[in-house]
């Protein structure tokens, strides 16, 4: 994994004018970062589809390193099984476990991953799921600012414990292979939720 000075990029974020700051390298280099859990919470976001896959993509990373989230996610979205749409422009906070391959003790602790209901299957319009993006983003933020509102326990205890910090959303460029949405639209859909994002550039 290759090594990047992490902190650089938290000047950036403390510019209100610069919400969205971006770093080349791998997203999950900071799942293994001890430097990076002693800060805040490790908010991991990602693009996912409604009907309860991370087939491709990186979201087929997120399943093999952290196939606890995976179930969780499968199981959140089996509870929408009639109607798989009632989940777009909505956020599910996960944490991950001990037994998942990408657990590492003193960091996975603090993780979250965020998955966010942009596109049911990829097949709605790029202005779609920019939109969607946008609520999906808005609802994290509603989340993370009440944590009560989180259904899993371990989750809002993740946020309980890191109260006081400020939260960076760590994504990847998300829409922007397997939903193939112009990346720029996502970038001004992630503006206007107000949440400070870090991207990962590969
Ligand atoms: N380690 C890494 N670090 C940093 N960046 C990385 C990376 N690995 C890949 N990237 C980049 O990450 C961006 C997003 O590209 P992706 O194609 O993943 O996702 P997307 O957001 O367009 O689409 C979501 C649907 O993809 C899946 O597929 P399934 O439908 O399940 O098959 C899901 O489940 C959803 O449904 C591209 O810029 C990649 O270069």
Redesign the pocket.
């Given at each position: 994994v290759q090594s990047v000075p992490l902190d650089k990029t938290f000047n950036n974020h403390n510019n209100p004018m610069s919400l969205i700051s971006y770093i080349k390298?791998?997203?999950?280099q900071i799942t293994i970062s001890a430097r990076e859990a002693a800060k805040r919470p490790i908010i991991l976001a990602?693009?996912?589809?409604c009907?309860g896959?991370?087939?491709?993509?990186?979201?087929?990373?997120f399943k093999q390193r952290f196939p606890s989230a995976f179930s969780q996610y499968n199981a959140h979205c089996n509870q929408y099984s009639v109607l798989p749409s009632k989940l777009l422009g909505t956020a599910l906070l996960v944490p991950v476990n001990g037994n998942d391959v990408g657990f590492v003790p003193g960091i996975g602790e603090d993780i979250l991953i965020a998955c966010l209901f942009?596109?049911d299957?990829?097949d709605d319009s790029p202005e779609e799921i920019a939109h969607y993006t946008e609520l999906a983003m808005l609802d994290l933020r509603k989340q993370l600012e009440n944590p009560k509102l989180i259904q899993d326990r371990r989750a809002q205890a993740v946020l309980q414990r890191n109260k006081d910090k400020d939260f960076l959303i760590n994504m990847?460029?998300?829409?922007?292979?397997?939903?193939?949405?112009p990346w720029g639209l996502t970038e001004k859909a992630l503006k206007k939720s107000g949440l400070g994002c870090r991207v990962?550039?590969?």
């Open positions: 390298g791998d997203l999950f990602h693009a996912c589809n009907r896959v991370w087939g491709g993509g990186i979201a087929y990373v942009t596109s299957v990829g990847p460029k998300i829409n922007a292979g397997i939903f193939a949405v990962f550039e590969l």
